[in-house]
Every structure is written in structure tokens, then in C-alpha cells.
């Protein structure tokens, strides 16, 4: 009876259907949490970076430009609150890049230790694992993002709960299925290119680079700023500095910018799918996914 | 009596129990040779580190904007500040990449799998070490150094060089201190194995900080000075940023900077194989070398 029943069973492994996929989606997730849980240290160090990222500019800022470092920034940026406007970016910065950082460091991990082949074994999408291993990232990011971000505020003697943290919570939640579509396509390209360090790196600072880490994104030149906008952690950081600091919205409006990124929201898990997919095919074909 | 091939009667071979200076340079030079091949086999990682290093010059640069006038960046052109970002880079590139090559490099093969067998041939495990930071370090951040503050210096149209002989001396003497801490490092990851990689981010961000590399010293609030003052790397930044850039060091008189910048380049490298040693025979005794 035993043995019948797991075979009939709605939801067993061997028959995929929504509700086994979430079911693994979950379980990938817990895992993932489980294992992230014997690292403390790790967890320190994930809030303690930020710190780290938004001190370089603040100190050098302040070397700089001396008594004049507010008035200065607030006419470069509308806004005085430098440190908090650091804070912010950094933070954001934390989650976004770890949402792919986790994914990417996955895969690689599992191709070198010679599990990955293993995985594709198992009767279930890739998609949900990688799902999984996504979900468990960005909520230990989040919490990070905003445990530092209240120690930053702390440190420096800024209010924490300035602005409007509510619609600033909602621009970092609506932010993150969008880096979901980035993290499918950022897999595909550690399976694609293998040996991924250099690649990763990169791309960290590109995305610090293209979402404005440092500063508003106005400073780039049309044709960059053009690909600054279409690049979702551009409107996430924005979204989240213009409901604390009030630094303005592309759109002029929270909504606008909120319903742009829910646009991204659908849009890019699609398309990183589509691009992880064919990949994923490629190699099948030719060479495997287990070489690393 | 026959004595064999002429091989095995090779005054210098890595099969003798003893092998000589000459042996072991020998050795070294393969290793080096090897790192080499490998680095020809991974172009993208190569030419990525570049396009991160324009990256990250150019984020600092339009950081360095938001704090000035609006009347821009032209005031920052062979400006100090210019120089404390770009020379600081310089230390920092050779900082991190000894840190990643070698607790990373060893990381990486306790992952893989292969660190035991790679223990059982008869070469020096330092002198693999060596080899890994010395093809990175002298190479690939040797080239990156040059381009990077060649890249700066035309953003910004110049950085000062008063003297450059004296900063290339104080240079080879932090490059060497700074190999001692990467060995230091590659001692802690045989003990520490899964927490080292991000032990060796946060203390690469701790010092990134503490030893001021992208600000002045100035910048830095009295009580992290004063901890930056117990760290003998923050003299080598001081000295090295200090000379080139024509100004008095910051933290103690230069002839006294200079003592502590020789005598910890002498120290770090002999210290450090000293603890990597300790920490492989002690991994040995406990069959702990490649577990992970």
C-alpha cells in the first residue's frame, strides 16, 4: 500500500506537476537557508560589506570637498543626505548582486564538485531549482540589506526611518523577480563559459556601474543612460532613494516607476528562462553540462 | 652495476629527498609555466579584469563628481585626491588578488578534489603558492596597474608623479609584504576551509578601509585611525601614496615610514610560509588536508 501510494500520490516526484514543483522550489530553499545557517561569519561579513561599499565615497567625499560635502552633493543629486543616499545604494546594491551571486556560485559549485549531471538527473525542472537557490539568496539579502542599513545609520547618526519606508520596501520587493530573469541568464552563462570568477566580478561592478551605486544616473551620457533605464536594478535603487530621500522618480511619480518595474517583474524571469533554456540545450547537445 | 637512466641520475630532480636551490627554482619556474598555460586557456577572465578595473576607476571618478562643485571633475585633474584614488587602487589590486590566488587557488582544489594528490608529488606546496601569486601579481595586476592609472589619468587629465623610483621601491617591498599576508591567508583556509574565501573578502574590505586606500588617512574618524596606526600595511600605503604624490606621509614622519615599510616587506614572506607550513603539517597529522 505503502509503495502504491507514493507511486499515485498527486505530487510524488515522479510526476510533475505545480504543486511538486513548488514543493521542490521550497525544498531547495530551505536547504539552501539550512546550509547558509552554519555560516555565521558569512552572514556578518554580508552585513558588514555594505558598511564598507558606502564608507569609501562618504570618507572620500568628506576629504574632499570638506565643509561643503552636503551642499555640494545636494546640488549633484537634490538631496544633502549623503550618507543615508550611500547607504541606500549600497544596500540595494547587497541584494541585487547577491540574488545572482548565489545562483551563479550554485552552479559552479555543483560543476566542480561533479553534482550538477546529478541534479539534471532528478524528474524536475531546472527552473525551480534554480528558483530555489534564488528565493534563499534574496531573502537572507534582504534581511542583510536592511540589518546593515540600520547599523550604517546608526554608525553615522542618520535616521533609519526617514521617508517613506513602506513604498521604499515595496520598490525592493517588486525589484527582485526581475533579478530572478538576471540570475537565469547569469547561470546560463556559468554553464556556457565555465570558468566564471572573472565574469562575475565584472558583471558586479557593471551592475554598480549601470544602477547608479554612487551616484544618480543623469551623470551618463544619453546612449548610456538609455542602457542604464532598461536594466531593472536601475529603477529599483532609484525607486528606494526617491521614497526615503526624495531625489525624484523617472517617471515623476511612484506609481509610474513601481508599474515599470512590475513590467520587468514579468518580463525578465522570461526571458532568463528562454536564455538559460537555450544554453542548457546547447551544451546537451555538444559537450555536456558536467564540464567544468 | 647498472645505475639506471641518465634521469634518475640527475644532480638537481624533485626525486631526490633533498632536492637544491636549483631543484626548487626549477620547480617554481614550472609552476609558474603552468599558471601561465592555464591563464592563456581562460582569454574572457583576462580580458574581463580589465573591463572591471575601467569599471570601477570610472564609478570612484563619478563618485568623486557628486562631491564636487558642479562645475565638475576638471578641478580634481592632477589633483592629490586623483592620486590617493588611483595609487591606492594600485596596492589594493595586488592586496586582493594575493588573497584570491592563494586561499582561493587552495580552495579551489580541496573542492576539486585534488589538493592530496597534488601533495603526494615531490614539489614544495609553497612553491606552488608562490607560483600562483607571482604569475598573478607580477603579470596580469603588474599590466592591470599600468593600465589602470594610465586609464585614470586620462579621465581625470593627469595624477601627480614626483617620485617615481622611490614608489616603485616602496612598491616591491609592500608587494612582498603583501605575499606574506597571502600566504598567512592560504594557512588560515587550510584550517578554516569553507569560511575562508569569505574571511579573506572581509579582511581585504576591512583593510580596504582601515589602511585608507581610496581616501586620505584624514578622512578616517580618530578611534579607526587609531587602529589603522597598528597596521603596518597602512604604511605602505601612507609611503607609497605620499611619495608619489609629493606630499609629507600622513601618519608618521616618511624616514620612519620607511623602517616599518622594510621591515615588514623582510618579515610577511618568511612569517607566512612559517604558518602555512605549520598549518599543512598540522592538516597532515590530522588527515584533514582535503577535506572541505
Known amino acids: 500500500v505503502g509503495a502504491a501510494g507514493t507511486v499515485r500520490a498527486p505530487y510524488g516526484l515522479g510526476r510533475r506537476s505545480r504543486r511538486s514543483e513548488l514543493a521542490v522550489l521550497a525544498a531547495v530553499a530551505v536547504a539552501r537557508l539550512r546550509i547558509m545557517s552554519r555560516y555565521p561569519g558569512v552572514l556578518a561579513f554580508n552585513v558588514v560589506l555594505p558598511l564598507v561599499i558606502a564608507s569609501m565615497p562618504i570618507l572620500l567625499g568628506r576629504s574632499i570637498a570638506g565643509d561643503r560635502t552636503a551642499e555640494n552633493f545636494a546640488l549633484n543629486t537634490g538631496t544633502p543626505e549623503y550618507v543615508a543616499y550611500m547607504l541606500l545604494g549600497a544596500n540595494v546594491y547587497m541584494v541585487i548582486t547577491n540574488s545572482l551571486w548565489f545562483v551563479g556560485n550554485w552552479m559552479r559549485r555543483e560543476q566542480q564538485t561533479g553534482t550538477l549531471e546529478a541534479l539534471y538527473l532528478a524528474p524536475t525542472g531546472r527552473v525551480w531549482l534554480l528558483a530555489g537557490v534564488a528565493l534563499a539568496g534574496a531573502g537572507r539579502s534582504v534581511l542583510t540589506a536592511l540589518l546593515a542599513f540600520v547599523i550604517g545609520c546608526l554608525i553615522y547618526g542618520v535616521n533609519p526611518l526617514q521617508g517613506n519606508v513602506l513604498l521604499a520596501l515595496a520598490f525592493l520587493a517588486m525589484g527582485l523577480p526581475p533579478m530572478f530573469g538576471l540570475s537565469l541568464a547569469y547561470g546560463a552563462a556559468v554553464l556556457r563559459f565555465k570558468e566564471a570568477q572573472a565574469l562575475i566580478n565584472a558583471a558586479q561592478w557593471v551592475i554598480g556601474f549601470l544602477m547608479g551605486l554612487y551616484f544618480p544616473v543623469a551623470v551618463f551620457p544619453p546612449l548610456l543612460r538609455a542602457i542604464a533605464l532598461a536594466f531593472p536594478p536601475t529603477w529599483t535603487n532609484n525607486g528606494v532613494r526617491a521614497a526615503i530621500l526624495g531625489v525624484g522618480y523617472f517617471f515623476e511619480s511612484w506609481y509610474a516607476d513601481l508599474a515599470m518595474l512590475g513590467v520587468f517583474a514579468v518580463l525578465a524571469p522570461l526571458v532568463g528562462y528562454r536564455i538559460f533554456a537555450a544554453v542548457e540545450r546547447a551544451l546537451k547537445r555538444d559537450e555536456g553540462i558536467g564540464e567544468f | ?292
Open chain 2, 1 to 292: 652495476m647498472a645505475t639506471g637512466s641518465p634521469a634518475r641520475l640527475s644532480p638537481y630532480g624533485l626525486g631526490r629527498p633533498r632536492p637544491g636551490a636549483r631543484a626548487r627554482l626549477e620547480a617554481l619556474a614550472a609552476m609558474v609555466r603552468k599558471q601561465l598555460l592555464i591563464m592563456t586557456r581562460y582569454p574572457v577572465e583576462f580580458v574581463t579584469s580589465f573591463v572591471t578595473m575601467a569599471i570601477v576607476l570610472a564609478m570612484f571618478t563619478l563618485a568623486t563628481g557628486t562631491f564636487l562643485p558642479p562645475e565638475g571633475l576638471s578641478q580634481a585633474a592632477g589633483s592629490s585626491a586623483a592620486g590617493v584614488v588611483a595609487y591606492g587602487f594600485v596596492l589594493f589590486l595586488f592586496l586582493g588578488d594575493s588573497l584570491w590566488f592563494m586561499s582561493g587557488g587552495l580552495r579551489r582544489e580541496q573542492v576539486e578534489g585534488t589538493l592530496e594528490a597534488h601533495y603526494l608529488t615531490p614539489a614544495s606546496p609553497l612553491a606552488d603558492l608562490l607560483a600562483r601569486v607571482l604569475t598573478a601579481l607580477l603579470l596580469w595586476d603588474g599590466l592591470l596597474a599600468i593600465v589602470s592609472v594610465a586609464f585614470l589619468g586620462l579621465m581625470l587629465g593627469g595624477l601627480p608623479l614626483v617620485d617615481a623610483g622611490a614608489g616603485l621601491v616602496i612598491l616591491i617591498f609592500g608587494f612582498s609584504a603583501i605575499i606574506g599576508i597571502g600566504l598567512v591567508f592560504a594557512a588560515f583556509t587550510l584550517v578554516a576551509k569553507e569560511s575562508a574565501e569569505q574571511a579573506a573578502s572581509f579582511v581585504q574590505f576591512a583593510l580596504l578601509v582601515l589602511c585608507a586606500m581610496f581616501f586620505p588617512f584624514s578622512a578616517l574618524p580618530q578611534p579607526v585611525l587609531a587602529v589603522s596606526r597598528l597596521i603596518p600595511l597602512s604604511y605602505t600605503v601612507d609611503l607609497f601614496r605620499s611619495t608619489l604624490i609629493g606630499h609629507a606621509p600622513e601618519l608618521a614622519p616618511a624616514a620612519l615610514e620607511w623602517w616599518i615599510v622594510v621591515a615588514f616587506g623582510l618579515l610577511m614572506p618568511p612569517v607566512g610560509g612559517w604558518l602555512y607550513r605549520l598549518a599543512e603539517r598540522r592538516a597532515r597529522e590530522r588527515g584533514s588536508l582535503g577535506e572541505y
